[in-house]
């Protein structure tokens, strides 16, 4: 017997995914909103495997500054002051104005706020960031950040996305208990697309509506559709909404857990920078979030609405720490800010500056080595044939050190996710165990980790190349932390550690962490 909806069939063929989920389910502005598929979860994967025994399950929190944001006003080239006020005679920030951090590094004086965290070691800057042949198009250059694809290459899914699908194969069908990536206002763009169009990110603006979702929404089943356009369709979307309700709990228990202490302003940047707090503090084990503040593209009148806007950084992100830093979250949290390109070394006619290349880019926590600068400061005398600065630091480098030094994800695996072999950045003053391992990268060796039961005591064993600072995780086969093993100082050689607790058969993981090298490997346990 076919289908009653079977005669509606053909004409849901020619319905977009997209417009279906618009259409149906009425996905819009309020209080949830998934990007094109629900988070999936993915255990079974040497990523995760990695990414799960990160040290202090670092979180890394991408600030876009939407809309190509002006390098030279925001940190002012006081070493060659003289070019910089003829080009911009009526936009440029006068010098005594400027914030001087250093000799050669000064910032627009409404940044003042990031003084305190430069003073506490939570502040660097990298110079001149951007790629080759930079497009000047805002949705061109927004996909190339996001998918790291050269400017004549056209790549379909994110750096992230394509990280999130290697790391979750099951994405539909095994859902994870919490969301590794969330995106908090505005609309995800390629960052978290993996092959396929799959979006792998959660994006909520009103979290105080997640528990009512979580209460009064109910599963759907993905068995008996119509075998037709229509059936695929209504079971994408009964997989969306199956997805959502599941994490609306999560996210709703880990916001009323959760508090702020934060004096945020009371604006877009402030209300994403605190919900992300509130979320971390509550306990929520999501790894990779986006925040966005709109507004950069600074043709005309830039003076003013330029100086808001970074006005509206530097008080939330400051306030951003302060917030974590009440419980010591803030050290394992790592916020990097980006945007899709700088502005012109020239002001337009309009008292603003139009399209450029290269620009800096900020990162922020604690958990970096120290303040400092990465880069010559910017070559005014020297532009591009259309009059923008150069890039001297590709941004895929920024990228592949923050996923292997932050992240701490095998180097290999990291190369994979990019594309290609990118140097990491000593300066950016990131490790993952002691700075001095890091730098000397050493070659990877098997440790030859094994999980074993003899009677009633349960044991790991596993070899040392050199002697140095250890740590050892056990995970359940969903990717929780069920015991930090061991941590501290091993000598080099064969190394045993017994279990405290009785663990019943199963597949579990084991991850090591040495050499700054994350190791990890599935196990039975019989």
């Not at 070019?83 to 911009?88: F, G, I, L, N, W």
């Not at 050269?150 to 919490?178: I, Q």
């Not at 609405?305 to 917030?323: I, K, M, P």
Request: a negative charge; one cysteine or more; glycine letters at 12%.
């Amino acid at each position: 017997m076919s289908h009653p909806l079977a005669s509606t069939c053909p004409q849901h063929h020619d319905h977009s995914r997209r417009h279906f989920l618009r259409d149906l389910f009425g996905v819009g502005a309020g209080s949830l909103v998934l990007s094109k598929l629900p988070v999936q979860t993915l255990w079974d994967s040497p990523l995760l495997v990695a990414l799960a025994g990160a040290p202090d399950d670092r979180v890394l929190v991408l600030l876009r500054l939407k809309g190509g944001n002006d390098g030279l006003n925001t940190c002012i080239p006081l070493h060659d002051f003289g070019t910089y006020k003829a080009a911009r005679p009526t936009v440029h920030i006068p010098q005594g104005q400027a914030v001087k951090l250093t000799a050669d590094l000064a910032l627009h004086p409404r940044l003042a706020p990031l003084q305190g965290l430069w003073q506490q070691g939570a502040l660097r800057v990298v110079r001149n960031v951007g790629y080759p042949e930079q497009s000047l198009s805002h949705f061109r250059s927004a996909d190339i950040w996001a998918s790291g694809s050269g400017a004549e290459e056209v790549v379909g899914s994110g750096v992230l996305g394509r990280y999130l699908e290697r790391t979750y194969p099951d994405y539909l069908s095994n859902p994870p208990d919490t969301p590794p990536a969330i995106q908090i206002g505005g609309a995800g763009n390629l960052l978290f697309n993996g092959p396929g169009d799959f979006n792998y990110a959660v994006s909520t603006n009103d979290p105080e509506k997640l528990y009512e979702i979580a209460r009064t929404g109910r599963l759907y089943d993905l068995e008996g559709l119509p075998d037709c356009g229509y059936g695929e369709q209504l079971g994408y979307l009964r997989a969306v909404a199956n997805t959502t309700f599941r994490y609306a709990g999560v996210l709703a228990d880990t916001y009323a857990a959760g508090r702020n202490d934060g004096d945020y302003l009371d604006d877009t940047l402030g209300r994403q920078l605190a919900l992300v707090a509130r979320l971390l503090r509550g306990g929520l084990r999501t790894r990779l979030f986006v925040v966005e503040l709109d507004g950069f593209d600074t043709h005309a009148k830039q003076a003013e609405e330029h100086g808001s806007l970074l006005d509206s950084v530097a008080r939330n992100v400051a306030q951003f720490y302060a917030d974590l830093g009440q419980d010591g979250t803030d050290e394992r949290v790592l916020t990097m800010t980006f945007s899709e390109f700088g502005r012109r070394v020239a002001e337009n006619g309009s008292a603003g500056t139009d399209h450029g290349a290269g620009a800096p880019l900020f990162l922020f926590g604690p958990g970096l080595e120290g303040n400092g600068t990465v880069g010559a400061p910017p070559d005014l005398g020297n532009p591009d044939q259309t009059g923008n600065l150069q890039a001297e630091t590709d941004f895929r480098a920024v990228y592949a050190t923050v996923l292997s030094r932050w992240l701490c994800l095998d180097d290999e695996l990291v190369d994979a996710v990019l594309g290609a072999t990118y140097p990491r950045i000593p300066g950016l003053g990131l490790s993952c165990a002691d700075s001095t391992a890091v730098a000397a990268s050493p070659q990877r060796v098997d440790p030859g980790l094994t999980l074993r039961r003899r009677g009633n005591e349960v044991s790991i064993s596993y070899t040392l190349q050199a002697a140095g600072r250890v740590a050892v995780h056990l995970y359940d086969a969903l990717g929780r932390r069920l015991q930090t093993v061991f941590s501290g100082t091993q000598p080099a050689g064969a190394q045993q550690l017994s279990l405290d607790r009785r663990y019943v058969p199963g597949l579990y993981v084991v991850s090591l962490e040495t050499g700054g090298q994350v190791y990890g490997m599935k196990l039975p346990l019989f």
